[in-house]
């Protein structure tokens, strides 16, 4: 009953092609639209339909005008749908840098693509990263993987490296995700510095950014401890106020991630 042998990194990348599937875009639309819908469809299949065949004096063809009007709707309604995003191919990504001493970093990207239809892509990806299939159906106690489980299906799945790596033959099933995962490094990132000081279980001084980029919506996060210090503008730096009391006792409630969310 013991687990099979598994590396921190697989382990790691096992949970992100459920956090990939998280698209905004894809989400229902308004409610306020769909109601707005649904009273000029109310409205012309019930008191407009009636006033036209009373005026025509044909009341009698009710039995054909709301089907028909009914119909008339759901193809508004699917058409409306296929035009929002029904034809488009949705990329997501998510990259974590470690920022080393020496201003440069590594990096692990974690890419999705969404497919409106089952067909396959071929994906080219600039840096020069080391690029590796992503599944979300590893379980790393299990003492056995079942069979039908498998990354992807149809076209044989081959990834290219070089300067740019490609990924051929990504088949995806309609309106599902396939991802895979890009390691590699960043020269002259910059660094995140520091001149902090601990007094009576409080951590106090400062974050600065000597990074090229923004920090928009960063967190100081020790154990579960945790502190928005917001945006770092590049060059700006951050004041820190953290108490760690009671910093090494057990984690009785939710997860810190979900405590920052």
């Not at 990194?9 to 092609?17: D, G, I, T, V, Y």
């Not at 600039?126 to 790393?140: A, K, M, N, R």
């Amino acid at each position: 009953w013991m687990p099979v042998d598994i590396g921190a990194r697989q382990q790691f990348a096992s949970n992100m092609p459920y956090a990939l599937q998280n698209l905004p875009l894809l989400d229902l639309p308004s409610v306020r639209g769909l109601a707005v819908m649904l009273f000029f469809y109310i409205l012309s299949v019930g008191p407009i339909n009636f006033l036209i065949l009373k005026r025509a004096r044909k009341l009698h063809f009710a039995w054909i005008s709301i089907p028909a009007i009914t119909l008339l709707f759901s193809a508004l309604t699917l058409g409306f749908g296929i035009a929002l995003h029904g034809t488009d191919i949705f990329i997501n990504k998510i990259t974590f840098l470690q920022v080393e001493s020496s201003g440069d970093a590594k990096y692990t990207a974690f890419v999705g693509v969404f497919s409106p239809a089952r067909t396959s892509y071929q994906v080219s990806l600039g840096g020069g990263g080391l690029v590796s299939p992503l599944s979300p159906y590893y379980e790393p106690w299990m003492s056995s993987v079942d069979p039908g489980m498998t990354f992807t299906s149809g076209n044989t799945l081959t990834m290219v490296q070089g300067e740019p790596a490609l990924v051929k033959g990504l088949s995806i099933d309609q309106w599902s995700m396939q991802s895979f995962m890009s390691e590699g490094e960043v020269e002259d990132f910059g660094q995140i510095q520091s001149d902090l000081m601990l007094s009576n279980d409080i951590l106090s001084g400062s974050l600065s950014n000597q990074t090229r980029f923004d920090l928009l919506d960063s967190y100081l996060i020790l154990g579960q401890k945790y502190q928005h210090t917001g945006l770092i503008p590049a060059g700006g730096s951050a004041d820190i106020n953290l108490n760690l009391n009671s910093l090494g006792s057990p984690l009785m409630n939710t997860s810190l991630s979900y405590t920052i969310f």
